[in-house]
């Protein structure tokens, strides 16, 4: 009988791009003849793949690690692994060492693709196995990918970030900035427009600066790379994240407003509303500029649906800068907002200015903030009421398979009764009823 094939479970934290980095990790374990394991009892690999935004992802992870001691006890051939951003930090990397003995390898965020090399190594008894490179000079191509989803598919088109925020850990650890090659951009859509995929995330720190760092002959920059992707056969829908205010141009609105394709939706990051914050975030920009390009948008597509980022108590914050913030906020009228509380990360700026906000101001702030957005939220989902929108079906509730959900094309949830079969499939759907996160309505005709 041949032996079992060993079993993996990845924990995840972060962003999209950690998720899709977790789906190569899945692809190259899997070719490597790995399965997914149900729970960690049956794994024979854990891996961690962390997150350093803020400290809570963090924590986590050593709470997490540690509470692994006895399993491992119990198994002493399971295998655990940390990867991910916060093993990018030398200090966090060492703690790593210092504080978890159960680790038995650990890669970096440019180390992925050796992680078949990297098992063989700890299977033959060398750990901890540790690589961790700083940054890459190039883009590694053709590793496999687990995609979570047949229908919706992340795509990286740019690595690492050059922006220094002076809050951010990201440019730290996960490099500068390089775009992705735009005909293996192409390659990679066109390939999952030909197994079924429907709708694509374009995903990186900043899209809008897509392009800039290609050799001179292939440059092309995210308005034309959008133009390039919109015939792609299959493909229904293009979404990408994240877009930076400051590098927002008027052809990308245009390419916008006139590809098909191209949803009404963008995540145009505000981080806050007072300029003098503004400043001392390094963001590049001032609330009326940014007023100024919502409103663009807004002319070009007055359909668009407008989430964003926020972060309360970046130092030296006073009342009057964060009410500067729920100004803006009043004023855009976001869709929705994920909304922070500052994090001081090691080696930023941010971290060493002298005025840092008391823990108690900074939730009092975040709560006020969260209540005004949950109350636009609900305005700007009740603006669905009786109207019909079209959804990309995305399958039947764990509860009940006849209920679908999918999402608008504006991003929004919406649930409502039908064929199962309909999955994966455009549809219209007449509004009848709206909560604040989720829309309610009834079938009106499948297939759009
Ligand atoms: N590149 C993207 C996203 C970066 S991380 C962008 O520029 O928008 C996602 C969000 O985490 C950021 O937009 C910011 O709102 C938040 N964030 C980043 N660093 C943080 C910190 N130190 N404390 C709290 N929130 C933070
Ligand atoms: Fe961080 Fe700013 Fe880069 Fe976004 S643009 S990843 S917030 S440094
Ligand atoms: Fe993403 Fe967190 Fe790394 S937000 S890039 S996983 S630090």
Not at 129 to 137: L, M, P
Not at 193 to 213: H, M
Not at 404 to 423: E, I, M, S, W
């Amino acid at each position: 009988m041949p032996a079992a094939k060993p079993k993996y479970l990845i924990n995840t934290f972060g962003c999209q791009m950690n998720e899709h980095d977790s789906e190569k990790i899945a692809g190259l374990l899997e070719a490597m003849g790995y399965q997914p394991a149900g729970d960690r009892e049956e794994a024979d690999l854990i891996l961690f793949n962390t997150c350093s935004v803020r400290d809570n992802p963090e924590r986590k992870v050593y709470g997490q690690v540690a509470g692994l001691k006895g399993l491992k006890q119990r198994k002493p051939d399971l295998k655990i692994g940390i990867c991910g951003c916060m093993v990018q930090q030398p200090e966090e990397l060492a703690g790593i060492k210092a504080k978890l003995p159960q680790v038995d390898l650990v890669f970096g965020t440019h180390n992925i693709h050796e992680l078949p090399e990297l098992l063989q190594k700890v299977a033959v008894g060398e750990g901890p196995v540790i690589a961790v490179e700083e940054d890459s000079e190039e883009i590694v191509e053709g590793v496999p990918v687990r995609r979570e989803s047949r229908l919706k598919a992340w795509v990286n088109i740019t690595y690492g970030c050059n922006n220094f925020c002076t809050y951010c850990i990201v440019p730290y650890v996960r490099g500068r900035e390089k775009s992705r090659d735009p005909e293996q951009i192409l390659a990679e859509v066109t390939a999952l427009g030909e197994d079924g995929c429907k709708e694509i995330t374009l995903l990186g720190q900043n899209v809008n600066s897509y392009g800039r760092d290609l050799p001179a002959d292939r440059r092309v920059d995210f308005a034309d790379l959008l133009r390039r992707l919109n015939p792609v056969p299959g493909i229904e829908r293009i979404r990408f994240t994240t877009s930076h205010p400051k590098d927002l141009s008027d052809k990308m609105i245009s390419a916008m407003k006139e590809l098909d394709k191209v949803c009404e939706h963008l995540h145009l990051p505000l981080q806050a509303g007072g300029n003098r914050i503004l400043q001392r975030m390094n963001r590049g920009y001032t609330a009326e500029m940014y007023l100024e390009l919502v409103g663009k948008l807004r002319q070009a597509i007055p359909e668009i649906s407008l989430t964003t980022d926020l972060i309360v108590g970046f130092p030296g914050e006073t009342e009057e800068d964060f009410e500067e913030t729920l100004r803006v906020v009043r004023e855009v009228r976001y869709d929705g907002a994920f909304t922070f509380i500052y994090s001081p990360r090691k080696g930023t700026p941010a971290a060493g200015m002298p005025d840092q906000v008391p823990e108690d101001v900074k939730r009092e702030r975040i709560y006020r903030l969260i209540e005004l957005q949950q109350g636009i939220s609900r305005e700007k989902n009740e603006e669905y009421d009786g109207q019909t929108v079209e959804v990309l079906v995305e399958g039947g509730s764990k509860t009940d398979p006849e209920i679908l959900t999918g999402r608008t094309r504006t991003n929004k949830l919406v649930h409502f009764a039908g064929d199962p079969a309909l999955t994966g499939e455009l549809v219209r759907v007449k509004i009848t009823n709206v909560h604040t996160w989720s829309l309610f309505g009834n079938l009106v005709d499948a297939g759009v």
